[in-house]
């Protein structure tokens, strides 16, 4: 109870709730932006937490990240375009009921849901993140580096039909985490002899490279798209919200796909959608109607996407193992400020992991409340031309990593790699496996560094009880894409 009142004391500072104000109703904006996203506004606001007190920096991050699909929906519901990835999905039956001159029930059901989906996660995180932390100090150094190994091969096998890409590209990420001088025997690696490249490459700069500087650069050279935006009515939203207690059933069952998938490395909010939607169209009395303006497909999309943030933070409070991209950057404010996740964050700041629980809860609320009001004035957002958005998150991006280090050659860097993403993206590729790789392979090479020390034989690796489960994950993982490509293979001779 008093580490619950500390943590409440440590919520009720000014700046902290500047932060939580600023994060979610900046989230709910960035969303309703087609083409900007969460990965965007968190990488550019990034470099601002670091000089912040780390609950103030992660207020503001997971505000942007809780958020960011609420918005994300209004576009998607209204036009046609989905705010976030995420958000395609509500696409498929929210546009349709608007196009039926219900655009205020389907705004109504996406916020509903997704306040749903994000309390239940949030209740999950408070009871399964503790449970998490008391079976972490089992985990040793091999313990450790096999389950980063995991993440890796489910970010990997989770991209499906990118199979090969997504393993090139998260080995490229765990290459560029070991440029730079090694850490025990201080000998330089992969610098070439450029004294630039002996602190290493910033995984900051490379955030917003790949993410940042990368979507302006799409949106720059994309034309300016004319939209035309429905009526909406002003009253109702609250008293049609009330509609999620006739879809209550798919909600719950929606929202635990997220929770399960949040807290899978690799999985996240793509998988979880697709479950819940598909679970709920089988399930359905009208499945003929899902992609023709089905409430239910609102409500499975919504919830799922929504209750993926906190069970996201499970892992990472816990372990210390971010799930993907966002609580990557999220990662990185806490080793900042030397704030280590994990058993001892647990045991000796609790009123920290407090603060944080309620913080989320709060974020929520507000962003509803916020929805409520403004939703009529957010549409104006989608109204923005893109070449003038693209400019100015350049700007805003190249600002930030410029402030990091005072480096124009960080500038060059994130650049160079501003570049590249903006090639994968056209190529349509995935950018989350190289900071994952570069996140989780400094991790492996840590513990792996460490555990080398007790091992003779190579299967004194695996001599203990989690890291034996943890291997046999690894090779299930790897058998069933292997299993999936050779029947694909055979079915495609059958057919031929």
């Known amino acids: 109870m008093e580490s619950f009142l500390s943590g409440i004391e440590l919520l009720a500072r000014w700046d902290v709730i500047a932060a939580l104000i600023v994060g979610s109703i900046g989230g709910v904006l960035v969303g309703a932006m087609p083409g900007v996203g969460a990965a965007v506004a968190i990488a550019i606001a990034l470099p601002v937490t670091f000089s912040l007190e780390p609950i103030v920096g992660l ?83 091999r313990e450790i580096f096999l389950a980063a190994l995991l993440g890796i091969v489910l970010v990997v096998v989770t991209h499906r039909g990118q199979v090969l890409p997504a393993a090139i590209l998260a080995c490229l990420g765990i290459f560029l985490s070991t440029i730079g001088i090694e850490p025990s025997a201080y000998t330089q690696r992969y610098t070439f002899g450029q ?136 990662l990185a404010v806490f080793y900042v400020h030397n704030v280590v996740p994990g058993p001892r964050l647990f045991a000796e700041q609790m009123d920290f992991i407090y603060a944080l629980y309620i913080s989320l809860f709060l974020l929520n609320v507000m962003v509803v409340a916020f929805l409520f009001f403004a939703t009529r004035t957010l549409m104006k957002v989608m109204l923005i031309p893109n070449r003038f958005l693209g400019m100015m998150i350049l700007t805003f991006s190249l600002i930030g990593i410029y402030t990091l280090r005072n480096s124009l050659t960080d500038i060059a860097i994130a650049s160079a790699f501003g570049v590249f993403g903006f090639i994968l993206k056209r190529l349509e590729l995935p950018t989350s496996p190289i900071i994952l790789g570069m996140v989780l392979g400094k991790l492996m090479e840590d513990r792996l560094r460490t555990a080398m020390a007790r091992v003779r034989e190579p299967w004194d690796f695996i001599d203990r009880p989690i890291a034996f489960v943890l291997f046999l994950m690894i090779l299930a993982a790897i058998g069933a894409q292997v299993w999936t490509v050779l029947k694909a293979r055979r079915q495609g001779g059958a057919d031929g």
């Open 195 to 330: 004294s630039w490249l002996q602190s290493g490459v910033d995984l900051i700069v490379v955030v917003l490279g790949l993410f940042a500087i990368s979507q302006a650069l799409v949106l720059l050279m994309s034309k300016d798209k004319r939209v035309a935006l429905p009526h909406v009515e002003k009253s109702g939203f609250f008293r049609q919200m009330r509609e999620l207690w006739v879809y209550r059933r798919i909600a719950s069952v929606a929202s635990a796909f997220g929770v399960v998938c949040g807290m899978i490395p690799g999985v996240g909010e793509f998988m979880s959608q697709f479950m819940s939607y598909s679970y709920a169209q089988r399930t359905s009395k009208t499945p003929e109607l899902f992609g023709k303006g089905n409430p239910e497909g609102i409500v499975a999309s919504e919830a799922a996407n929504n209750s993926v943030p906190a069970a996201a933070m499970i892992p990472l409070l816990a372990l210390g193992i971010p799930g993907e991209e966002l609580t990557a950057m999220m």
């Open 59 to 141: 207020t503001l991050l997971l505000g942007i990240y809780g958020s960011s699909m609420f918005g994300g929906a209004i576009p998607a519901i209204l036009v046609n375009t989905p705010g976030t990835p995420v958000n395609a999905l509500t696409t498929y039956d929210g546009y349709p009921m608007t196009r039926r001159g219900e655009a205020r029930r389907a705004l109504s059901l996406a916020y509903s849901a997704s306040f749903y989906g994000a309390v239940l996660s949030i209740f999950a995180l408070i009871l399964l993140a503790p449970v998490l932390a008391r079976v972490a100090p089992m985990f040793g150094a």
